[in-house]
């Protein structure tokens, strides 16, 4: 059981590194939000689509995936010479102007660097994105969350086998839940 | 193993928060409303939107809401002047109806998992409710613990058992995933 239990605790750990630190830095920032910068680098491009496009603001912002424009498709709306799209990923934020009349598609770009994607990936949530990566993503959040919850119940018992490390062990155990508990209990019953 | 312990509660608040985003979002995300009720209420004569939305701040005082914030004041289509006070335990969406002179109140609370999802959220350390402040620093360490808890379990295994070749491929798994996914999302 011990043996078990040590090496799922290993395997977790080191496999979810990443995503853990990636967590860790990117609340950080949030936290500390004067010690990054979180400007977006804003450029244009113009793009003459095919004839052939379906008057459907999803099919128009599909047609700009392969030359750049990917990300979830978010806010629609109509404008008296055609749509206005938003389209969105952790990394970039578009916004498509359209024109039904020439097909033609002015498209604002908004890159962030890495402190901005860490923040949009700590507040991806779910896998019902239309852009398939970002489902990948919340299904390893998911799978990291569950891992967390995990480490930490394999890391009490790994503790607890140490008879040496006992005492204080209980006494920091003692403090985090008596704090922790305390005060979850304080605010949810304000 | 010192963290850990210190620290084991907040990666258990951490871990539901990931788990309650990952199965339940946008509208799911809180329970059904309370039913609403109405209280008279009456401002000065000539009170502005402003003054309004304080004086109704002040005489409701919901536990650890705080003010409105002038970009969230706007009346509606009949005139009526809608305020939001959003808490950690829920949302109290008020109408401030002035033909009435009344403010319709309606209550929705926050799921157990989302209150602790909305906790683990709580790091501005000049929150005005002491619990809240209490709160936010607490999460404070545990964001530094998490960190590193993270980089000393790495050096731990690299330096107990660096050639166990399970944690090899667990560790080069892991982060080739992260790594590809952020090229694909960045």
Avoid at chain 1, 155 to 171: K, Q
Avoid at chain 2, 46 to 51: F, Y
Wanted: glycine residues 8%; positive net charge; charged residues 15%.
């Amino acid at each position: 059981m011990y043996r078990l239990l040590r090496n799922t605790h290993l395997f977790l750990g080191v496999f979810a590194f990443l995503f853990l630190m990636m967590y860790g830095v990117s609340a950080l920032q949030m936290a500390h939000n004067t010690w990054s910068s979180m400007k977006p680098t804003v450029s244009e491009m113009r793009v003459t689509l095919p004839a052939d496009v379906p008057d459907d603001p999803r099919a128009i912002a599909r047609e700009l995936r392969p030359l750049g424009v990917r990300g979830d498709i978010g806010e629609i709306g109509a404008t008296p010479a055609g749509y206005k799209i938003e389209v969105a990923r952790p990394g970039a934020y578009y916004q498509i102007d359209y024109a039904r009349a020439t097909h033609d598609a002015k498209v604002r770009i908004n890159t962030t660097g890495l402190m901005a994607v860490l923040n949009r990936i700590h507040h991806l949530r779910g896998a019902w994105h239309d852009y398939a990566p970002l489902n990948v993503w919340g299904a390893m959040i998911g799978l990291v969350s569950a891992g967390l919850i995990l480490l930490g119940v394999t890391g009490i018992y790994l503790w607890f086998t140490i008879h040496s490390e006992r005492a204080i062990g209980i006494v920091l155990l003692a403090i985090n839940l008596g704090i922790c508990v305390t005060l979850l209990g304080l605010v949810r019953t304000a | 193993m010192y963290i850990g312990l210190l620290n084991f509660s907040n990666l258990i608040v951490f871990g539901i928060a990931g788990l309650a985003a990952t199965f339940q979002g946008g509208r799911d995300r809180i329970l059904a409303s309370e039913s609403a009720r109405y209280e008279s209420f009456t401002p000065p004569p000539g009170a502005t939107d402003r003054q309004i939305a304080d004086l109704v701040f002040a005489r409701f005082h919901f536990p650890l809401a705080e003010p409105v914030g002038d970009w969230a004041l706007h009346r509606d289509a009949a005139g009526n002047l809608p305020l939001e006070f959003w808490t950690v335990n829920g949302i109290h969406r008020l109408l401030y109806q002035p033909k009435q002179n009344r403010v319709r109140i309606e209550t929705i609370p926050s799921s157990l998992p989302f209150f602790l999802d909305d906790m683990h959220t709580v790091t501005e350390l000049n929150q005005k409710d002491w619990r809240m402040r209490a709160w936010a620093w607490y999460n404070h360490v545990a964001i530094w613990s998490l960190i590193a808890m993270a980089i000393s379990g790495v050096y731990l295994w690299l330096a107990s058992r660096p050639g166990y070749r399970v944690a090899q491929y667990s560790f080069a798994g892991g982060t080739a995933i992260f790594i590809l996914l952020y090229i694909a999302t960045r």
